[in-house]
């Protein structure tokens, strides 16, 4: 037969094990319960016993690279939060050093213990990081990527040139009491951030936030107030995110300039976009990719920003939806070809 | 107190000249260019090789770099902006990471740093009132007014400039009188990075070719637009005047250390007083319904 005068297209067939497993049926059998169960278990499981293992088995600095993991993933989650309510951020680093400095600035200064600055860091972060940035709330689309790309490298640059919060040496901190508590306490807190923020967004607050991310005048004519709403999104993301910067000084037992780089703003945003949005497990994924290609090319040093920028315009431009959504699909739907009629 | 106005007004000049680009893309296209700070450094570093390395005038290599630019400039419009016109986030996140990917390159490339610099237009200086000022500052004074009488009079005298405004007020409606907006947006992309690298041999020779200073002039172009108000030219020289004559203000009079300090509280105190900048053309919310 002629092939060009064939026309195929792609069709998607929901699998016969996913529409099956929908409901409660599911607890009927094995197979669906493990097909529902296994993906939303591994992850959790690995994680919480990756730690374990390689610190048990001697591979202290890989263990460590689990933590920075958790600490990457908890910041992406927090971009992505942001960008669900209409908020791009280019300056997730900002939260991330506001957190990082005042809890290493109460431990150095006035001597609080761990469990009290992690606590004040991220809240402390957070109320400054929501009173600096209030005021772009009031307009729409880009500006807030602009306002926020701004922040983090104002801030180096003022405290450089002041030498405030000991200037460009940074201020040091203690360390956490040992591994253990280290490892688990950020594990927990990214297996909270993630349950809890994916509870919220599908709660009526989470869906009124993601309606002004789509259409903030449609969410004004609804009577509700899009500012204030706005401001409580950017509150928990940038208290999320200055959590990481507190779990970050205590585990490098400092906190200098380099917590407000743009490496800390990009990687969030590179870990979404290449992981996939919209429901946080993209965020984990893309993180998860990005630690491990960190990792990997220690080497490189500097270029290294160079790659994950090009890297993630490659997703922007050519993979737009990123990896998860596409995993997420195979697993649910299959393909086939048939002959348009 | 003499010193104090031309140094503030060449310093105020140097601002609006780093602003101009960035809002001058952001006006017409609505496309907030990320990787302005990369073309003003890529600008320096294409005019140092080809002054160095090829060995060619400096008039030559300055007006090469610029041409190059342009091509640059237009070729990122037409290869990863235009695909993705329209969605802010994409936007943001393609013009971001080839900043940041030429930038970081360019790092790399070893070709930047504090023995790299290029040629003052006029080397020396002369007094005014007993000051003595580089022939460069008096320059950027020169060319940043130059510049902004060319866009003044472009804007509002030829086609094309009607065009761009058409573009800035609607782009819809522009469109629809058969205005091509491709076109226009390519075109502004490229002049965007023309004004970077005009920025950059004006800026550039009373320092060094620097990494930084891509991601200072981002920060300043950002800075000077968001005071001022983004898209709106008087807003970008009003916003430039008050950050540079705030800043030579205060390192003549206190000390340069509060410079950054200065800058800073200037734009926090604007974002909550009038978030869209002093002339900003930027809706609020509110407006908008």
């Known amino acids: 037969m002629d092939k060009n005068n064939k026309l195929i297209r792609k069709e998607r067939i929901d699998r016969g094990i996913f ?103 991220a809240i402390g972060g957070a109320l400054l990081g929501t009173a600096f940035l209030m005021g772009t709330l009031k307009l729409r689309g880009i500006y807030f990527a602009m306002v926020t790309l701004a922040f983090p490298m104002l801030v180096i640059r003022v405290i450089q040139a002041t030498n405030f919060l000991g200037g460009t040496e940074g201020v040091s901190a203690t360390a956490f009491p040992n591994f253990w508590v280290a490892a688990y306490v950020s594990i927990a807190a990214l297996i909270i951030c993630f349950f809890s923020f994916r509870r919220m967004m599908s709660s009526d607050w989470g869906l009124v936030a993601r309606a002004i991310g789509q259409d903030d005048i449609a969410v004004t004519a609804s009577g509700i107030n899009v500012f204030w709403r706005k401001v409580q999104v950017l509150f928990i993301a940038s208290g999320a995110a200055a959590f990481a910067g507190t779990l970050m000084t205590h585990l490098l037992m400092y906190a200098g300039l380099s917590s407000f780089s743009l490496e800390y703003s990009i990687l969030p945003v590179a870990s979404v976009v290449i992981g996939g949005s919209g429901n946080f497990a993209g965020a984990l994924l893309g993180s998860t990719i990005l630690t491990f290609a960190t990792e990997a090319l220690r080497d490189l040093g500097p270029l290294r920003i160079a790659l994950y920028s090009l890297l993630m315009v490659v997703f922007a431009l050519a993979i737009r939806e990123g990896i998860f959504p596409y995993i997420e699909r195979r697993y649910r739907q299959f393909e086939r070809k048939v002959d348009v009629i | ?254 000390s340069s250390q509060w410079v950054m300090v200065v800058t800073f509280l200037a734009i926090v105190l604007v974002l909550f007083i009038k978030p869209s900048g002093i002339f900003g053309k930027q809706k609020e919310l509110e407006e908008k319904v």
């Open chain 1, 19 to 121: 529409v099956r497993s929908a409901d409660i049926f599911a607890l009927s059998s094995w197979q669906e319960m493990t097909y529902l169960l296994l993906p939303r278990a591994i992850p959790f499981a690995l994680l919480l016993l990756l730690p374990l293992v390689l610190e048990l088995s001697g591979n202290s600095y890989w263990a460590k690279v689990v933590v920075v993991f958790a600490i990457l993933g908890m910041m992406a989650m927090s971009w992505d939060l942001l960008r669900m309510a209409g908020m791009f951020s280019l300056g997730q680093a900002l939260f991330f050093g506001l957190g990082s400095y005042i809890s290493a600035a109460l431990n150095h200064y006035f001597h609080w213990p761990i469990y009290l600055t992690i606590p004040a860091g």
């Open chain 2, 1 to 254: 107190m003499a010193g104090l106005l031309i140094f503030g007004l060449a310093k105020s000049m140097e601002l609006a000249l780093v602003a101009i680009g960035f809002s001058f893309v952001f006006g017409i296209s609505g496309i907030a260019n990320f990787a302005y700070g990369a073309f003003y450094l890529l600008g320096g570093f294409l005019a140092y090789i080809l002054l160095n390395s090829l060995g060619l005038p400096y008039w030559m290599s300055a007006i090469g770099s610029i041409l190059m630019l342009f091509v640059i400039g237009a070729l990122m419009y037409r290869f990863a902006v235009q695909r993705i016109r329209g969605a802010i986030l994409s936007e943001v996140i393609v013009t971001m990471g080839l900043g940041i990917f030429i930038t970081e390159m360019l790092r790399a490339s070893g070709f930047i740093g504090h023995n790299r610099y290029l040629p003052a237009f006029i080397p020396g200086y002369v007094e005014i009132a007993g000051i003595g000022i580089e022939n460069q500052r008096l320059m950027i004074i020169l060319i940043g007014m130059l510049l902004f009488l060319i866009l003044w009079a472009v804007t509002r005298y030829t086609r094309i400039g009607l065009a761009f405004r058409a573009m800035s007020q609607d782009e819809l409606t522009a469109l629809s009188i058969g205005l091509n907006n491709n076109y226009l947006a390519l075109l502004s992309m490229g002049i965007g990075a023309v004004l970077a690298v005009i920025a950059a041999l004006c800026i550039i020779p009373q320092g060094f070719l620097t990494v930084d200073g891509a991601y200072d002039v981002l920060i300043y172009a950002l800075a000077v637009g968001v005071l001022g108000g983004l898209g709106s030219t008087t807003g970008i020289i009003i916003g430039a005047f008050i950050i540079g004559y705030a800043q030579t203000a205060t390192a003549t009079l206190f």
